[in-house]
């Protein structure tokens, strides 16, 4: 699937998703990954949905978001409600979709300028 949506040149815009990775600018990831509209955590080691937790997601938690993405992978997959909570303590709205529908939605909101973060996983 290839995302056409340009208009802010300098953020990290997802460009494209296969089956073999993601694509953010011109770069290509065949892994896992975490990312907001200036910084990029590469190869991130979650597969497993079931298993997330705060310490998993501490990459996302440092780029300071008010709404986390999380891309579940080819299907939409829910975390432990233990995770809802704990974000929502931190003021953090969760927001669980398939991968290619969280990259399309981190799109919309980086493009707007909202303090949006996405965590995306590979499956």
């Known amino acids: ?27 290509f990831f065949g ?19 079931a298993t ?7 990459p996302a938690l440092q780029m300071d978001p008010e709404i986390l993405i999380l891309g ?13 909570a704990a974000l929502a303590a931190r003021d953090i709205g969760l927001e669980v979709m398939d991968t290619a529908a969280a990259c399309r939605t981190y799109n919309v909101l980086v493009t707007e300028e909202r303090p949006v973060v996405a965590a995306l996983i590979l499956s």
């Open 72 to 84: 579940t992978g080819a299907q939409i997959r829910f975390p432990e409600s233990a995770l809802y």
């Open 1 to 27: 699937m290839r995302f056409t949506l340009d208009n802010h040149p300098t953020a990290n815009l997802v460009t494209g998703l296969t089956r073999d990775g993601i694509h953010v600018g011109e770069r």
């Open 52 to 58: 997330l937790d705060l310490e998993a997601l501490a």
């Open 31 to 49: 892994s896992s990954l975490i990312l907001s509209a200036s910084a990029l955590f590469a190869d991130w080691a979650a597969t497993d949905v």
